[in-house]
T-cell receptor, first 112, second 116 residues
């Protein structure tokens, strides 16, 4: 059974640019969540999608957005990148509410 | 307010020693879920266990064991006879039922270093 797949694994972007990250959940999982991990703030929740609907959102500015497609794949977008957006972005999938949440390997974003 | 506290920032042990990682949580919900994850240097968060608030039974899986005590709001994790491959950052997390139940609140993590 394939795990959670995140692409790309590494990204380098310039301040002001925008970026799109992709997450393919485990087959059969309908919930996809996104987290940002930084040395200073640790692991922070960004948002969660279920059946193409955003059910919960963390305390991040509107520059952070996401969506989920009918096949449960999800994308997150960050516009007008700032240096502080440099982080490891992790995606997790689960079958449903509060189920076992499995994470992908993450996308490491560096903003220069 | 921080919902999950992992007081130990770093733990260093010699191989074959036991390691216990502390996790204290805070919630007003009566239904909630507790998790432990391992993050090796590769970066992926590896799921270890999920426990719901109604199940206080301790669990053992190989060299891993978990002690859940609602009375002290703690969910501690023990690695028995540690091995070098256990070196990683370990995170405890909480998911509350209700409007926030699709969100994991993580502790700051405990870095475990096992020396040969």
């Amino acid at each position: 059974k394939a795990g959670v797949t995140q692409t790309p694994r590494y990204l380098i972007k310039t301040r002001g640019q925008q970026v799109t990250l992709s997450c393919s959940p485990i087959s059969g999982h309908r919930s996809v969540s996104w987290y940002q991990q930084t040395p200073g703030q640790g692991l922070q929740f960004l948002f969660e999608y279920f059946s193409e609907t955003q059910r919960n959102k963390g305390n991040f500015p509107g520059r952070f957005s996401g969506r989920q497609f009918s096949n449960s794949r999800s994308e997150m977008n960050v516009s007008t990148l700032e240096l502080g957006d440099s982080a490891l972005y992790l995606c997790a999938s689960s079958i449903d509410r509060a189920g076992d949440a499995f994470f992908g390997q993450g996308t490491r974003l560096t903003v220069v | 307010a921080q919902k999950v506290t992992q007081a130990q920032t770093e733990i260093s042990v010699v191989e074959k020693e036991d390691v216990t990682l502390d996790c204290v949580y805070e919630t007003r919900d009566t239904t909630y879920y507790l998790f432990w994850y391992k993050q090796p240097p590769s970066g992926e968060l590896v799921f270890l266990i999920r426990r719901n608030s109604f199940d206080e039974q301790n669990e053992i899986s190989g060299r891993y064991s978990w002690n859940f005590q609602k009375s002290t709001s703690s969910f501690n994790f023990t690695i028995t006879a540690s091995q070098v491959v256990d070196s990683a950052v370990y995170f405890c997390a909480l998911s509350e039922a209700g409007i926030n139940d699709y969100k994991l609140s993580f502790g700051a993590g405990t870095t475990v270093t096992v020396r040969a």
